[in-house]
C-alpha cells in the first residue's frame, strides 16, 4: 500500500513536471512561429529600395517604406523630448525625496497609469492636440508616445536610482556639494547605465504602437516636411497594408514588419546583455 | 540624509548658503512636479473621455450601455455587443493564459534546468516585446487559415454539441480574437507570476521538502499555496491588458456588432470599434459615443488594474517588481 503510494508520487512528480514543461514550450512557440513566418513572407521583399524608396501607388510592384521607417524615428525622437526629463526626473523624486506615503501613491498611479489601454491615449491626445491644431500631425504621434513613457521611464529609473549605494550621496553631501549637485552629478551618473536601459526599453516598447497614432500621426503615404502635417508610422503601415486587399501590400507588411521586429528585438536583446554585464562585475 | 544635508548647509557661508538653497529647492519643486504629472495624466485622461463623451451620455443616457444595435446611420448606438465582446474574448484569453502561464511560472523558479532557465525567461521577454499589430499580421495570414482548416472544424465534431461551437466557420471569429489575447497576454502574467514566485521565502520549501515532499508536492503545497494571493494579482494584471488590448484582436475578431452564443460567429470589441470607426465617425454623436466608448474602457480597465495593483502590492515580496 505504501509502496504503491510512494511510486504513484514520484510518477506524480515526474508527470507534473513533463506537463510543465509542455506548457513552458506552448508559451514560447509563438515566438518562434512568428519569427518563423515574417523571415519567410517578409525576407523577400526587404531590399535597398524597401529603405530607400516611397510606396508605389496600387498596381505598381516595388517601392518601400523609407517615409514609414524615418517617420518612427522621428516620432520616436519627439516622444523622448517628453518621456525621457519628466519619466527620469520623476524617477529622481521618487527614489530620493517624498515622503514614503506619497511616493506609494505615485507609485501607485504610475503602475495604474501603464494598464491604461494604448487607444484610450489616442483619445485623449486627439482631443487634447489634434481637435485643437485641427489636423492630425506628427506632434500628436510624438506626444501620445511620449506621454506612454512617462511612467515606464519613471518605474525603471526609480528602481535603478536606488540601487546607488547610500555611501556615495554620503561622500558627496559630507564635501559639502548640495543636494541636487549630488544627485545630478553622483546619483544620476552612476546610474546611467541603468536609465539608459529603461529608456531604451521604454522607446522599444512604444515604437511598435499602432492604436494611439490611428487618430493622431494618422500616417502619409509621402515624406512628412512639417512637423504639423500627418506622418508615416512603420506599425500603421504595417497594419494598413496588412489589412489592405492587395498582394503586393501585403508582402511589404510582411517586410515592415520583419524590420520593425528585428530592431526591437535587437534593442532588447542588446539591453539584456549589457545590464548582465553590469550584474556581473558590480562596481 | 536631509538631515545630513541640514549640517553641511550650516556650516556653509551664508551667500552660498541662499544659493543652495534655492538650487536645492527649485530642483526638489521640478521633480515633484515631473512625479506628480502621473496624477495629472490619469485626471485628463478622465476628462477628455467624459468631456468628448457628454453628447452620447446626454441622448442615450444608461440605455447606451444596454442597447445592442449598432447602427451610425440612423444614430442608434448602444455598446452592448461591444462590451459583449470584450467580456467574452478576454474571458477565452483568461481560460487559455492562465494555466499555461503560471505552469510556466512554475517551471521556471521550481522545476526546469538551470541552464534553461535563463534562455527561457528571455523568450518570455521578446514574446512581450512584439508588438501587437504584428501579431495580428501573423494572425490573419497564418493562424486564422490555420484554425479554419484545423482547429475549428475539430472542435466542431467533437464539442459540436454545444452552442459555443456550432454554426458557420469564418475563421475570423470571437475564439481567434481570443486566443491572439492569450498570446498577448502569456508573457505578462508568466512573468509576474514568476516575480512572486521567487518572492516565496526558501524556507517555505526547504521545510516542506524535511517532511519527505517530492518536488511537485512542495511546489504544489508550499510554494503555490504560499503565493495564491499574488498570483491572482498576476492574473488580474493579465485582465486588465486583455480588456484593453487592440490592434491584434481588431486584425482576428471578425468586427461585426453582433451578439452569438458561437464562438465561431464574428465579434466586435470596445477597443476595436474604437480602433476602426473613430477617423470614420461622420456626426459629432456618432464620435461623442465612440468616446463614450472609450470612456467605459478606460473606468473597467482602471478598475481592473487597481484592483491588481493593490493585490501585488498587499502581497509584498520584495522581489515583487512592477511589470510594464
Redesign the interface.
Known sequence: MSATNHRWRKFKNVLMQAVALACALLVVAPLGLVFYHLIKSGIGSVNWAFFTQLPKPVGESGGGMANAIAGTFILLGLAALIGVPVGVLGGVYLSEYGSSRLNWWIRFAADVLNGVPSIIWGIVVYALVVVPMKGFSAWAGGIVLGMMMIPLIMRTSEEVLQLVPNGYREASLALGIPRWRTIVQIVLRTAMKGIVTGVLLALARVAGETAPLLFTAFGNRFWNHSLSDPIAALPLQIFNYAISPYDDWHRQAWAGALVLLLLITAVNVGVRVLTRDRFQKPA | ?AK??AK?EL??PPEKLVQ?RW??A???R???L??????A??A??GY??A??SRLALHKFGWRFLAGSEWNPVSEQLGALPFIFGTLVSSAIALLIAV???I??A???TE??PQWLRQP?T??????A??????????G???MVPWLREHLFPLLKTTFGFLPLFQGPIYGVSMLAGGIIIA?MI??II?SVSREILRSVPGLQREAAYALGA????V?RIAVLGYAKKGLFGAVI?GL??A?????AVT?VIGNTPQIKASLFAPGYTL?SV??NE??EATTDVYLSA??EI?LV??GV??L???A??LLL?TFGGPGV????
Open positions: 540624509m545630513a544635508a553641511t556650516q556653509a543652495r538650487g536645492d527649485v530642483f526638489e521640478t521633480s515633484l515631473t512625479a506628480l504629472s502621473v496624477f495624466l490619469l485628463l485622461t477628455e473621455l468631456h468628448g494555466p499555461l502561464s505552469a510556466t512554475v517551471y521556471l522545476l526546469a527561457l528571455l523568450f518570455i521577454e521578446l514574446l516585446a512584439v508588438p501587437s499589430v504584428i501579431l495580428g499580421l501573423w490573419i495570414y497564418v498570446i502569456v508573457p508568466t517530492t518536488r511537485w508536492e511546489t494584471l486588465g491588458r480588456l484593453g488590448e487592440t490592434m486584425m477597443a474604437i480602433a473613430f477617423t465612440l468616446f472609450g474602457l478606460l480597465t482602471i481592473v488594474n487597481v491588481a495593483q502590492k517588481k512592477p511589470q510594464n
